[in-house]
């Protein structure tokens, strides 16, 4: 599903008087805790809102640009949509029509606004609570017995993995403060208690059930930034394939070109940086043309392995087909034996940061796990149960409770954000 999504447009896209009547309430935006209480004016250069927060962010200048998840909308964000053009338009109907009170002539058509982040969030049952607390334990890299199953970098291109301790429970972290993307994964349960919906607040029973239903449910976010989908547009088949390899300059002005000439687009948003400009994309194109599902397994499917023995012979064999040439096969099992003799600090302290990762690539290749490049055990991937472990698909009785309250609560809920929208400044 997409949860939180960020989108921009240049201010042109708006009618004069409609965009001077948004500037006007443009120091009147609060940015709100998630209970409700104030924590400060938002500032033109944007703000960062919780993907939990029933508020959304919107900054006026140049561009308009608007920031909301489906909380806004339906109470909830367990489930949402799955495709970019829906999202964006509940988004927008919600905030111009229902908050704001504009006709839709009166802002831009959904398909034409750029995507400056999209968060991708699929969920997974994993039987109990118990059984969830467990893996983060294993991934997060805690102690237990003789074996530490947690590795210094998970991701495929060697972000760094981080643990936060917050309100919610632990949160792990891919990349965190990274300007491309970030993965996060959390207990969806304790999330739920510690950032309620509104429409749930003023009934603990209620909002105690529902948790305990997603008591099993750990959340896989993967929060994807324009400067990323910029940087790998060809990867991400959102380009032709002959841009592959132009300096940043020329690359940018032939998408820029493309998305004009070939895809139909009236206008292109794109950075001012001269150096590493970066070509933002129209909801259109994104959801003509990106595969989000391989966006996020990209993120995360490398979580979702168990261990099983693989022997020293097979191993070497495994090196030999992977490797470009015997020599490097060699290397790469000596360096493997070594990490298994000194462990992986000395044998990092041995080579060069660059040779490390090259062994690691081909160990990865072989069949190697990342845990067992911590001691040099001889481990390989596997395939999860399917029994164990499932994408969780949430009961729509337990959503309707939820989409109900918020519904019954929607004038409420809209006489709020109008508060904070309109709220004359003391």
């Given at each position: 599903?997409?949860?939180?999504?960020?989108?921009?447009?240049?201010?042109?896209?708006?009618?004069?008087?409609?965009?001077?009547?948004?500037?006007?309430?443009?120091?009147?935006?609060?940015?709100?805790?998630?209970?409700?209480?104030f924590?400060?004016?938002?500032?033109?250069?944007?703000?960062?809102?919780?993907?939990?927060?029933?508020?959304?962010?919107?900054?006026?200048?140049?561009?308009?640009?608007?920031?909301?998840?489906?909380?806004?909308?339906?109470?909830?964000?367990?489930?949402?949509?799955?495709?970019?053009?829906?999202?964006?338009?509940?988004?927008?109907?919600?905030?111009?029509?229902?908050?704001?009170?504009?006709?839709?002539?009166?802002?831009?058509?959904?398909?034409?606004?750029?995507?400056?982040?999209?968060?991708?969030?699929?969920?997974?049952?994993?039987?109990?609570?118990e059984?969830?607390?467990?893996?983060?334990?294993?991934?997060s890299?805690v102690?237990?017995?003789?074996?530490r199953?947690?590795?210094?970098?998970?991701?495929?291109?060697?972000?760094?993995?981080?643990?936060?301790?917050?309100?919610?429970?632990?949160?792990?972290?891919?990349?965190?403060?990274?300007?491309?993307?970030?993965?996060?994964?959390y207990?969806k349960?304790?999330?739920?208690?510690?950032?309620p919906?509104?429409?749930?607040?003023?009934f603990?029973?209620?909002?105690?059930?529902?948790?305990?239903s997603?008591?099993?449910?750990?959340?896989?976010?993967?929060?994807v930034?324009?400067?990323?989908?910029?940087?790998?547009?060809?990867?991400?088949?959102?380009?032709?394939?002959?841009?592959?390899?132009?300096?940043?300059?020329?690359?940018?002005?032939?998408?820029?070109?493309?998305?004009?000439?070939?895809?139909?687009?009236?206008?292109?948003?794109?950075?001012?940086?001269?150096?590493?400009?970066?070509?933002?994309?129209?909801?259109?194109h994104?959801h003509?043309?990106?595969?989000?599902?391989?966006?996020w397994?990209?993120?995360?499917?490398?979580?979702?392995?168990?261990?099983s023995?693989?022997?020293?012979?097979?191993?070497?064999k495994?090196?030999?087909?992977?490797?470009?040439?015997?020599?490097q096969?060699?290397?790469?099992?000596?360096?493997?034996?070594?990490?298994?003799?000194?462990?992986?600090?000395?044998?990092?302290?041995?080579?060069?940061?660059?040779?490390?990762?090259?062994?690691?690539?081909?160990?990865?290749?072989?069949?190697?796990?990342?845990?067992?490049?911590?001691?040099?055990?001889?481990?390989?991937?596997a395939?999860?149960?399917?029994?164990?472990?499932?994408?969780?698909?949430?009961?729509?009785?337990?959503?309707?409770?939820?989409?109900?309250?918020?519904?019954?609560?929607?004038?409420?809920?809209?006489?709020?954000?109008r508060?904070?929208?309109?709220k004359?400044?003391?």
């Amino acid at each position: 599903m997409i949860d939180t999504l960020r989108l921009t447009v240049p201010g042109s896209y708006f009618d004069q008087p409609t965009l001077f009547w948004l500037q006007s309430l443009q120091s009147k935006i609060l940015k709100t805790n998630y209970d409700g209480t104030f924590q400060r004016w938002c500032i033109l250069s944007g703000i960062e809102l919780p993907s939990w927060t029933e508020g959304f962010s919107l900054v006026v200048g140049n561009r308009v640009t608007i920031e909301a998840s489906p909380k806004i909308y339906q109470g909830h964000n367990v489930d949402g949509p799955d495709d970019l053009m829906t999202a964006a338009s509940n988004i927008l109907h919600f905030i111009f029509g229902e908050v704001f009170g504009l006709t839709a002539n009166l802002w831009p058509s959904p398909r034409l606004w750029f995507v400056a982040r999209v968060d991708v969030t699929y969920s997974w049952d994993f039987g109990s609570f118990e059984a969830l607390d467990v893996w983060m334990d294993t991934v997060s890299g805690v102690q237990r017995g003789r074996r530490r199953a947690g590795v210094e970098v998970r991701s495929e291109d060697d972000r760094d993995f981080s643990v936060d301790a917050v309100a919610s429970g632990r949160t792990l972290y891919i990349g965190k403060g990274s300007r491309y993307r970030v993965g996060k994964i959390y207990a969806k349960s304790r999330d739920l208690l510690a950032h309620p919906p509104r429409c749930l607040r003023d009934f603990p029973d209620t909002l105690k059930e529902v948790a305990r239903s997603l008591d099993p449910v750990g959340r896989f976010e993967s929060q994807v930034r324009a400067l990323y989908l910029s940087r790998n547009a060809v990867k991400l088949g959102l380009v032709p394939a002959a841009y592959a390899g132009l300096d940043p300059v020329a690359y940018a002005e032939s998408v820029k070109s493309y998305l004009v000439n070939e895809c139909k687009f009236p206008e292109t948003l794109h950075s001012t940086n001269k150096r590493q400009p970066i070509v933002y994309f129209p909801v259109q194109h994104l959801h003509n043309y990106l595969d989000l599902r391989s966006l996020w397994d990209s993120e995360f499917s490398h979580f979702f392995v168990k261990e099983s023995v693989m022997n020293d012979t097979n191993l070497i064999k495994e090196l030999f087909n992977v490797a470009p040439s015997a020599k490097q096969a060699q290397a790469a099992f000596n360096y493997l034996m070594l990490i298994r003799a000194q462990g992986l600090a000395y044998a990092k302290s041995t080579v060069a940061q660059r040779t490390h990762y090259h062994y690691r690539k081909l160990l990865l290749a072989a069949g190697l796990s990342d845990a067992a490049l911590q001691d040099g055990a001889p481990l390989v991937k596997a395939s999860l149960d399917p029994v164990k472990i499932r994408e969780f698909r949430p009961d729509p009785v337990v959503l309707r409770v939820i989409e109900d309250a918020h519904k019954a609560m929607l004038p409420g809920v809209l006489d709020r954000l109008r508060a904070e929208v309109f709220k004359i400044a003391a």
